[in-house]
Nanobody
Framework: QVQLVESGGGLVQPGGSLRLSCAAS????????MGWYRQVPGKQRELVAL???????SYADSVKGRFTISRDNAKNTVNLEMRSLQPEDTAVYYC???????????????WGQGTQVTASS
């Protein structure tokens, strides 16, 4: 099985920065994409940033220019550098991976447990 474990969430002042990290482990054959989603109560989970195996990245319009996603393929990790955090960024952030396992032909979606990010005061 595959597990995604996040770290780096916390409380910051508006304008501050945080770095989220996610490590994938288990019987991983290939990772097609890794990224970050976020969710607030009463709203749908939304894409924040994705990094494809091709090297391409995509960002939600609301975070473009402030957030940077990066991957380390050798370590099966993905990071999210968040700058100029605003109260509107407050949410639970979830690591996402589109991952295939050894001996399996299909890619499956995996999710981390979520980490709280709060920009307040």
């Amino acid at each position: 099985q595959v597990q995604l474990v996040e770290s780096g969430g916390g409380l910051v002042q508006p304008g501050g920065s945080l770095r989220l990290s996610c490590a994938a482990s288990g019987s991983i054959f290939s990772i097609a994409a890794m990224g970050w989603y976020r969710q607030v109560p009463g709203k749908q989970r939304e894409l924040v940033a994705l990094a494809a195996s091709t090297g391409g990245t995509s960002y939600a319009d609301s975070v473009k220019g402030r957030f940077t996603i990066s991957r380390d393929n050798a370590k099966n990790t993905v990071n999210l550098e968040m700058r100029s955090l605003q109260p509107e960024d407050t949410a639970v952030y979830y690591c996402y991976g589109l991952i295939s396992r050894y001996g399996r032909p299909a890619f499956d979606a995996y999710w981390g447990q979520g980490t709280q990010v709060t920009a307040s005061s």
